[in-house]
């Protein structure tokens, strides 16, 4: 087990290495000159060199690199543009508030896609079944947006129960909670049940329901168990994308998040900002990934890597 945790360490670090040359690359291919871009419109030549200065963007592009990865591992993201603050400071004030509404949501895609999966499988074929199929279809192929302005139109322009926008109140939470949650409350269900209906053609199974076990027990005990590998990964992908997915969410209910502040970085050219937040956010993705791999060998011992092989 230590082994194989020690293993999926190690294959982390090549790919955080990746991810940081993506993000800096990209970063760097955006039009325009940076310098310029963060000094302002009206800026002098003069003031435009001392920005680029200060930037390092004078340097080649390798020795950018280096001192974005040195300062990273560091802890340092640089400063904002627009603000003047450490980039890490932005981000440790909004970045509770984008897990909060994260947890959330997968906390109601997790509760209604999984119990619409077991139903749905132990239903097969019936009136439930279908017609949660069908929703399910409905909410991922859904717009984040549109399901964002669908939901305050009815409960905050017409029913007014809700508030449409901003923070502070448990009520606040729900719209948004609700939206981030519902297209990964329709793929959990589609998984859930699909693996279901693999574990319940097993022959253990038959067994069991030769033994004379309530189909409760078989269902609940048996078969989830077993049906739960897949689900487990769906879970931990959509968890690292509701935090880094909240963006068109957060912009909507204009919940002051990490989402929110990437997307007024962008807007206003605040490069820093930008880089340390989606490093960041990219980084979060990757242990997110590592997690579910461990949780993988305590839910099936029998997963295991040898020799750069898995069985």
């Known amino acids: ?122 239903r097969r074929n019936s009136v439930f079944d279908n017609a949660s199929m069908v929703i399910a279809l409905v909410g991922v192929a859904a717009p984040v947006f549109w399901m964002a302005l669908m939901l305050q139109l009815l409960f905050a322009v017409q029913l007014r129960v809700l508030p449409a926008t901003g923070i502070g109140t448990i009520q606040h939470l729900v719209l948004p909670s609700i939206t981030l949650g519902t297209a990964s409350a329709a793929l959990m269900a589609r998984i859930t049940r699909s693996s279901m209906l693999d574990v319940l053609r097993q022959d253990f199974i038959t067994t069991a329901r030769s033994k004379g076990l309530h189909e409760r027990v078989i269902v609940y005990k048996h078969a989830l168990k077993n049906a739960l590998i897949p689900v487990v990964t769906v879970l931990g992908l959509q968890f690292g994308i509701l935090l880094g997915g909240a963006v068109l969410t957060e912009t909507v209910f204009a919940w002051p998040g990490v989402g929110r502040l990437l997307v007024d970085a962008i807007l206003r050219r605040d490069y820093p900002v930008v880089q340390g937040t989606v490093m960041l956010l990219a980084l979060l993705f990757v242990l997110i990934n590592l997690v579910v791999d461990i949780i993988y060998a305590f839910l099936d011992p029998r997963i295991h890597y040898q020799s750069g092989s898995g069985e």
């Open 1 to 122: 087990m230590y082994q194989y945790i020690a293993r999926r360490l190690a294959l982390t670090i090549p790919v955080v290495i990746g991810v940081s040359i993506i993000v800096f690359g990209i970063i760097r291919l955006i039009p325009g000159d940076p310098a310029r871009a963060i000094a302002g419109v009206n800026a002098t030549p003069q003031f435009i060199e001392q920005v680029r200065v200060r930037y390092a963007l004078d340097q080649p592009l390798p020795v950018q690199y280096g001192r974005f990865v040195v300062s990273f591992m560091q802890g340092d993201l640089g400063n904002s543009v627009f603000s003047g603050r450490p980039v890490t400071t932005e981000i440790g004030e909004r970045f509770p508030r984008t897990l909060l509404l994260a947890t959330i949501a997968l906390v109601i895609a997790t509760l209604i896609g999984v119990s619409a999966g077991i139903v749905s499988a132990t």
